[in-house]
């Protein structure tokens, strides 16, 4: 009798210590960059309360078609943004790389990055405003961590390359009959007194230049040249990304949106400079490249 107790006291204190293991071991899990960033907090931001009031008012708008097909989502949530702003240089901000949120107003790139994050929000379980700036967070940065000036996809090269691999939108050019552009991109670093925080830092240029180099390495983008855009114009998909390539020296891709199929007519939504504000153009997308001397074609990117 005597035994049995001690062996039940015993396994009582065996549990305890496993117990007492598995406490620590999560603690040690939770402290973890694995772990942490699956459960992280939202990242240092920069936005105004604005911005979370018209981010409340997207999600009661968007509610009835969170379950859509993508292209119908991308295009609501487009929409929702027409007439809006534009503004350039918006993520631009004095000290440290972080997190810029503008729901206000838009530059192309910017107008793109969150119509995408928003879409992504739209279709999470808790559609809040920490899932949004995560996924935009995600989706500007390389590999989706902010690691300073560096660490954000400038290049629109770079862009799709990297949200490619992250499973967000694919490169559709090539099967429309795309082709390769070969060129150096090195714009950012030969024009470094344009970027205020190249201009004095000589790490961060070495920094943009193995990127740069990356960049070079993958041998160039695929696009469809602007002579044969009208060609292909119904089989460029609704609301697919869109970035229009340049033939400007060391430079990829000079504007973005979103290709918008109306009435079997092919034109895009974007934040425009010109007309400063997001409209869905009145050209073609064909005669808007027409139109853009120095504009070679067109990357297309369905997004995921």
């Known amino acids: 009798m005597e035994k049995q107790r001690v062996m039940e006291k015993q396994e009582v204190m065996g549990k305890k210590r496993i117990k007492g293991k598995m406490v620590i071991l999560l ?3 939770m402290l973890s960059p694995v772990f942490a960033r699956e459960i992280s907090m ?26 859509a097909p993508t292209d119908s989502l991308l295009e609501k949530t487009a929409l ?12 631009e901000m004095p000290g440290e790389e972080k997190l ?7 530059d192309c790139t910017t107008f793109v990055e969150s119509v995408i994050a928003l879409v992504r929000t739209a279709r999470s379980q808790s559609p809040g405003f920490d899932i949004f700036l995560h996924e935009l967070q995600r989706i500007r940065y390389r590999e989706g961590d902010l690691r300073g000036y560096a660490s954000r996809l400038h290049y629109t090269s770079d862009w799709f390359y990297d949200n490619e691999k992250k499973g967000f939108l694919k490169n559709s050019s090539a099967g429309l009959g795309g082709i390769r552009e070969e060129k150096t991109i090195d714009f950012m670093t030969t024009h470094r007194n344009a970027y205020r925080q190249l ?3 000589e790490v961060l240029l070495q920094e943009m230049q193995v990127i740069e180099n990356g960049i070079n390495e993958r041998n160039g983008l695929y696009y469809l040249p602007k002579e044969c855009i009208a060609g292909k114009a119904s089989l460029i998909p ?23 199929q109306e009435e079997g007519r092919l034109t895009f939504i974007h934040a425009s400079s010109t007309r400063e504000k997001v409209v869905i153009d009145q050209k073609t997308l064909s005669d808007y490249c027409a139109g853009q001397p120095s504009c070679t074609g067109v990357a297309i990117a369905e997004v995921l």
């Open 80 to 91: 929702f943004f027409l007439n809006f702003p534009y503004r350039s240089h918006t993520l």
């Open 27 to 29: 603690s040690m899990m």
């Open 238 to 260: 609704h609301m697919s990304m869109i970035a229009f390539t340049t033939s400007i020296k060391g430079l990829d891709v000079t504007h973005v949106g979103f290709a918008f």
């Open 199 to 201: 201009k004095n830092d």
């Open 42 to 67: 939202p990242p240092e931001a920069v936005y105004t309360a604005e911005d979370r009031l018209i981010f409340d008012r997207y999600i009661a708008y968007v509610g009835p078609w969170r379950s």
């Open 100 to 106: 810029v949120v503008n729901l206000r107003e838009f």
